[in-house]
């Protein structure tokens, strides 16, 4: 046969090599003398096979490796992630694909005779035998074919080192049945993908990629010599080890000398055996996926083996956006950012097509998701409050909304929001307002629309750290104090981009489509996409010039948390959402780095890759929406879009009227009074919005006829009220 042949040809000279060291006692000799004496007279006896092995196909496809495989969507691997913590082997390997050096080896270390020997080599026994009995240094006459059916037995592990009379006959029986049934080269095969070789390392393709980050195929002389070497004693000390290279290296031409071929064993074997992963694009991703305890279902090769599993991520673009975070990582080298994360989605299929997340040496925690840790919003909840305002008629887009220093009182005490820059606009319509993202009018916006409704819109959206009632996140919610997922946020700017309809992401492409949920009107987000798509409205707080300012139509806004701890950068296109968040997994705060400078770039660029050959064009607005042309307080006129009922009529605005509001003294105030006054000169005049004409005061019990109230010590609560007697606002206050 070929295979023998050419394993001859590779084979070394044929001098004795299975010794061990130490001699045994001359009871054990005798012992071994009596089992050697007994098979030679039973060989003529020999039973038939009794069918105890499996065929070899089925152990082979009993195989199962330690190491599972997350596929691309086109089938390329993009993970291999170690699942089987109790022994570590990989691939089963073909003996096509393992190197000749490395069979002649193993021939030569363990069973020169395997092919001319029907299991057991009488030969070898015999001369096993007699050395055993006239020389202190005892020999080995154990096939490959022996070892193998006691790799294979059930019970081999409950009898293992034995090796008395009993023991070794049944084990020469053993391998005489299997010779009956396997050819060699399957046994040859099966031998060494079963056979450990060092520590945790078990088969070939594991024991070649742990100690010497090679395939099988690819094994030296002097490395098949070392791994042949281990088969006898794979925890052995490195220096008998390597003894025993130098002894089967003995007389063979065009090798190293033993002093080299004993430092390259005592370095391979001198510390761990990590395997490389074959891939490593998305180990967070195969984390989560393959580490669940419900993974996904696997797929299958053509002889039925699960190969892996397999995703909905595209290989290519998940390169291009590991190059891409950590190009702008290093980037930002100097303004301490150590942590970066992406994620690219399909805008109808909702399939995670890229999902990424990586750190520098200097990253706390680099081993964290990006893309499932929450962190704080910053500004990119706006788009979702101006279109909650947008939809109940509260708002238009050319609405203008106060740009003021501005404080509010809440239990907490005094809220002063600030915007981003130091200027403030006096007025400024909802349109450059959310696109310019200032904070004083969003805040106003969202005292407009209410605290709970705003609540109750993000979690439609799928933010689902709102654990606390909206009380407890207060009017900083608005400017996004709000804990967050890049998934979540990315997710919900796809909800946008769909018109208002919210569904699950999927990571798997074989998974189905869960039916869409419409979680705003599709008239208010196809107004808030178009103001988030406006480069001239932008510019009033980034210019004109900046990454987000794409070639192709995109919509997108930017966020930057407390004391700039968060970059982000989420935006659309027609075809896809991305979303991109920059900072560091520990906390600390980034040196003079904004959304537009930290994520904003690794946005652009990926959005760039994206659509280098693909347009992107904008949506066709919903039937029914109006455009008029408008000049909004301090602004230049444009042609602006309103939703039926809302747009101005001739040079009168018809925009809703917001709800009346009791604006001093503040909900949760606390005031206190003055010693070195008397009493009766402390006052408080209470103060609405939007009062109705016929309103009237209600302090506790007592109608006010008016709003003047001389300071009394308690906890009170004051109302506001139509002529009709209705609550139109209320809040509560303690004087000290």
Known sequence: MPLRGEVANLAFSTKSSNQTEGAPPLALRQHLSAWLLAGLLTVPLQAAPSGAFPAFSQVRAAWHSSEARLFDRHGELLQELRVDQHLRRSDWTALADVSPALIAAVLRAEDRRFFEHAGVDWLAAGKAALSNWLSAKPRGASTLTMQLTALLDAHHRARAGRRDVVEKWRQMRAARELEQSWRKADILEAYLNLAPFRGELTGIDAAARGLFDKRPAGLSDAESLILAALIRDPNGKPGGVARRVCALADGLPGLPDCAALAALTRNTLSGRYPIVPAANLAPHLARRLIGTTNPPRPFFDKGGRSTGFRSSLDAGLQRDV????????????????????????????????????????????????????????????????????????????????????????????????????????????????LAGSLNIPAVRTLKLVGLEPFAARLARFGFAGLTEDADFYGYSLAL?????????????????????????????????????????????????????????????????????????????????????????????????????????????????????????????????????????????????????????????????????????????????????????????????????????????????????????????????????????????????????????????????
């Not at 705060?589 to 904004?594: A, L, Q, R």
């Not at 602006?640 to 909900?667: M, Q, R, Y």
């Not at 009062?691 to 506790?700: H, I, M, R, T, Y």
């Not at 019990?701 to 004051?718: A, F, K, Q």
């Open 480 to 736: 996004g104090s709000l804990d967050v997922t890049l998934e979540q946020a990315a997710n919900a700017y796809r909800a946008l981009a769909n018109g208002g309809l919210f569904s699950p992401l999927r990571f798997m492409p074989t998974t189905k489509n869960t039916a869409a949920q419409r979680v705003q009107s599709r008239e208010s987000a196809f107004l808030v996409t178009d103001i988030l798509a406006d480069r001239q409205a932008r510019a009033v707080t980034f210019g004109l010039e900046n990454p987000l300012a794409t070639r192709f139509w995109t919509a997108v806004k930017t966020g930057t948390s407390k004391d700039m701890r968060d970059n982000w950068c989420i935006g659309f296109s027609s075809r896809y959402t991305v979303g991109v968040w920059a900072g560091n997994f520990s906390g600390a705060p980034m040196h003079d780095v904004s959304g537009i400078s930290g994520a904003a770039p690794a946005w652009a660029a990926i959005m760039q890759r994206l659509h280098a050959e693909l347009p992107s064009l904008p949506p066709d607005p919903p039937k029914g929406l109006l455009r008029k042309r408008v000049q909004p307080p301090g602004e230049a006129p444009r042609r602006e879009w309103f939703l039926p009922g809302s747009e101005p009529a001739g040079k009168a605005w018809n925009t809703a009227t917001p709800p009346p509001e009791i604006v001093n003294p503040g909900d949760g105030a606390i005031l206190a009074l003055d010693p070195d006054l008397t009493q009766a000169r402390q006052r408080l005049q209470f103060q609405a919005s939007q009062a109705p004409v016929g309103a009237c005061w209600q302090l506790d019990e007592t109608r006010l006829v008016t709003p003047d109230w001389p300071l009394e010590r308690g906890r009170h609560t004051l109302s506001l009220k139509d002529r009709e007697g209705r609550v139109l606002d209320q809040v509560r206050f303690e004087v000290r």
């Open 322 to 433: 590991l190059a891409t975070l950590n190009e702008q990582l290093a980037h930002l080298s100097g303004h301490e950012v150590h942590d970066a994360a992406a994620l690219v989605l399909d805008n109808a299929s909702g399939e995670v097509l890229a999902y990424a997340s990586v750190s520098t040496r200097g990253s706390g925690s680099p081993e964290s998701d990006g893309v499932r840790a929450p962190r704080q919003a910053g500004s990119t909840l706006k788009p979702f409050l101006y279109g909650l305002a947008l939809e109940k008629g509260l708002l238009t887009a050319a609405s203008a909304l106060e740009d003021v220093p501005l404080s509010i009182a809440t239990a907490g005490g005094q809220y002063a929001p600030r915007n981003y820059g130091p200027v403030h606009r006096g007025l400024a319509s909802v349109r450059t307002s």
